[in-house]
């Protein structure tokens, strides 16, 4: 095993890849944190990290706050004594609904995803913002001098291809998934000299709640769809613009991570890895 005996914090670590990336690096041997704002679904995917024998802990945590990252790192010491590894997941891919107490219409959700940058509101920029970029600021805030004191550890970011490459959709999760890549090499620049690795995933499509979502609003945007019931069958007439011509899974996501968090990875660090099937190739 890789990780035996290594403590991870994963933020958003209830959702579709966050479960991911909690069970591959449980079944390499880390004892889990899951930090998240679902306590239902949180409670799920502690019992699974558990079935491989790990510790689990849930940390009821909105990381768009800086009190609350810093309160996730001081319970993460206070039950394990360390931090090995932080997965920096927390991310929204629509309308950003996760971190607004606005009720979001679905005239909204069309807009967020398709509209121009005329059409772009201050709110959709700010709610970009806050989901995509503040999380993982926060908690590389609170937990490097943990690492820098420890001499060691590992923090992985979740970007996206959409922050390789604009489009012509999506501009305020794009933009900030960009800022993701570039915040990534530049921690990873001030903390190589305590032995901190910081590199970054870059997903590309995967069926979690952010893709349903997505092709929910596709079958309510696009005429070709306008017969499709199912969310599903919208989102597998996106595959087809894949090079391998498959989805991804939260497990190829977490197969990276763990990856990145063992000490196979120790002479790699400010990198981006797109697990994509092929769609950008640089
Ligand atoms: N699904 C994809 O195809 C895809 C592609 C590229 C990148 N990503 C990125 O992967 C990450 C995870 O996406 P996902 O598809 O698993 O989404 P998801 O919606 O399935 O899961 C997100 C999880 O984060 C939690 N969460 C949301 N806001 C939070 C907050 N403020 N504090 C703590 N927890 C919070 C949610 O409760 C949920 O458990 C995101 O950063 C996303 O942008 C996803």
């Given at each position: ?6 403590t991870?914090?994963?933020t958003?670590?209830a ?5 991911g990336?909690?069970l ?11 930090a998240?704002?679902n306590m ?13 024998g790990?510790?689990a802990l ?7 706050k800086?009190?609350?990252?810093r309160?996730l ?8 004594g ?10 929204a ?14 005239e909204?959700?069309?807009r967020?995803y398709?509209?121009g940058i005329a059409d ?7 709610r970009g913002y ?8 926060f908690m590389?805030k609170a ?12 923090i992985?970011?979740?970007?996206s291809?959409a922050?390789?490459r604009?489009g012509g ?8 998934k ?13 903390v190589a000299?305590?032995?901190?690795n910081v590199?970054?995933?870059c997903?590309g499509i995967i069926y ?6 997505m092709?929910?609003?596709?079958m309510?945007t ?5 017969d499709?019931?199912?969310p599903?069958?919208?989102?597998e007439?996106i595959?087809?613009m894949?090079?391998m ?8 996501i977490g ?6 968090a063992?000490e196979d ?5 400010g ?7 092929g769609?950008?190739?640089s």
């Amino acid at each position: 095993m890789k990780l035996e005996g290594k403590t991870a914090i994963i933020t958003g670590g209830a959702g579709g890849l966050g479960r991911g990336i909690a069970l591959c690096l449980a079944e390499e041997g880390a004892d889990i944190v899951i930090a998240d704002i679902n306590m239902e679904a949180a409670h799920k995917v502690a019992d699974e990290v558990k079935a491989f024998g790990r510790k689990a802990l849930i940390v009821m945590a909105d990381v768009t706050k800086e009190e609350n990252a810093r309160r996730l790192v001081q319970e993460t010491l206070n039950a394990f004594g360390k931090i090995d590894i932080l997965v920096n997941n927390v991310g929204a891919g629509h309308a950003e609904a996760h971190v607004t107490e606005d009720n979001l219409t679905e005239e909204d959700w069309n807009r967020v995803y398709t509209g121009g940058i005329a059409d772009l509101t201050e709110g959709d920029w700010d709610r970009g913002y806050i989901a995509n970029l503040k999380p993982g600021v926060f908690m590389c805030k609170a937990v490097i001098p943990y690492m820098r004191a420890q001499k060691s550890g590992k923090i992985i970011n979740i970007s996206s291809t959409a922050g390789r490459r604009g489009g012509g959709s999506r501009l305020p999760y794009s933009a900030m998934k960009s800022a993701v890549i570039i915040l990534t090499q530049g921690v990873a620049m001030q903390v190589a000299r305590d032995n901190i690795n910081v590199n970054c995933i870059c997903p590309g499509i995967i069926y979690t709640s952010i893709h349903e979502d997505m092709a929910k609003i596709r079958m309510r945007t696009n005429p070709k769809l306008k017969d499709v019931k199912d969310p599903r069958v919208a989102f597998e007439a996106i595959l087809g613009m894949i090079p391998m011509r498959r989805e991804q899974t939260p497990e190829d996501i977490g197969r990276c991570a763990v990856f990145l968090a063992s000490e196979d990875a120790r002479n790699i660090t400010g990198q981006s890895i797109n697990v994509d099937g092929g769609s950008i190739m640089s």
